[in-house]
């Protein structure tokens, strides 16, 4: 927690308050406040060389820890998980008399990771995903690990839609204990693991960050807490179900690499994609079925219309075949009847 004295002096600076730069001599206009940490606060500046992000701290220790992460990962080829480093200094206010150290990033203007999220739809939660998994491999193939793994320290990039981390506070050489975290996204909490940094650890809170994506309202440890808990989560929600396996692994600490993870995370994608192919021709199939069957009862009701109507032309000649017949026979009968009354009166 950070002290009272840090909250007065710079957890609350106004906006065009003018930082300047002991050493470098730049100055650097607030604008407004971006976030805050157990180590300092964020500010979103302006100076000449445009928006930056300005880190500021009582904490010197702290601020010179960050900044050799950020340094380092400049050195990495292709990395671009968190901001690049700009400037280093120090601001001195009442006459000298009070030093605070900052560093200023790059300022990444994006949207946050749940938000896009929403916006977008989750299909785009698989994608963030597998972008974090390559990006942390990298960072633990370096030997660190980035401990304080959370949507509010990922922001999504635009053209083409990147996720990047906005805070390195927490990030912590293997090996040690981790400096920095919440937890919700924090394993010990969970009582599923140390607090040791290893890349489980973040592996771990990647799990977290899916299970939170389709939970936005964080939920309480209850009193079985642990693995049990948090699959009856996953299980209670359709998307998280198809990487339940997946899930499971991460949070019990089974995979070693982040490699590791998206390899089975993109299989899981895959298995769901051709599951839900012929999930669609199934819904599909009644349909048609129906279709066919209507098809079918219509062409046997047009075949009993035409049977119908064949048998009435045949049926309608047959009577009038019958009712000349009939004629016929009476008019004969009479003939023969008034034949032999004359012949019956020419012999009286």
Not at 23 to 31: C, E, F
Not at 110 to 115: I, Q
């Amino acid at each position: 927690m950070m002290n009272n004295t840090m909250k007065n002096q710079v957890g609350n600076l106004p906006q065009g308050t003018n930082i300047f730069g002991k050493w470098h001599k730049k100055s650097y206009t607030i604008l407004k406040m971006l976030g805050y940490g157990a180590t300092g606060y964020v500010y979103l500046t302006r100076s000449a060389d445009g928006l930056a992000a300005l880190k500021i701290s009582e904490n010197s220790s702290s601020i010179t820890s960050e900044v050799n992460v950020l340094r380092h990962f400049s050195k990495v080829r292709g990395f671009s998980l968190g901001p690049s480093l700009l400037d280093v200094d120090d601001w001195a206010i009442a006459n000298g008399h009070k030093v605070f150290s900052f560093y200023v990033m790059e300022y990444l203007e994006g949207e946050a990771f749940l938000s896009f999220i929403q916006n977008k739809g989750m299909e785009w939660a698989g994608i963030l995903v597998l972008q974090l998994l390559t990006d942390l491999h990298t960072l633990h193939e370096e030997g660190w690990v980035f401990g304080d793994l959370k949507p509010d320290n990922l922001i999504v990039t635009a053209n083409p839609p990147k996720v990047r981390l906005i805070d390195v506070g927490g990030t912590t050489i293997q090996g040690r204990a981790i400096k920095e975290f919440t937890e919700f996204f924090d394993r010990g909490y969970w009582g599923l693991g140390s607090r040791k940094a290893e890349p489980t650890y973040d592996l771990f809170a990647v799990a977290m960050i899916m299970i939170h994506t389709c939970y936005p309202k964080q939920f309480q440890k209850n009193g079985e807490g642990g693995i049990k808990q948090l699959s009856s989560y996953i299980q209670g929600n359709l998307w998280l179900r198809k990487y339940e396996k997946v899930l499971v692994r991460a949070l019990t600490g089974e995979y070693a690499t982040a490699i590791e993870m998206k390899r089975d995370f993109l299989q899981a994608m895959s298995d769901a994609k051709s599951y839900a192919a012929p999930q669609a021709k199934a819904k599909a199939s009644p349909k048609s079925s129906s279709t066919s069957y209507t098809n079918r009862k219509q062409n046997r009701t047009q075949k009993n219309r035409a049977h119908q109507q064949t048998a009435q032309r045949q049926v309608v000649p047959a009577k009038s075949k019958s009712k000349g017949f009939i004629e016929t026979s009476v008019l004969i009968t009479i003939v023969l009847a008034a034949y032999f009354f004359y012949i019956y009166g020419t012999l009286l």
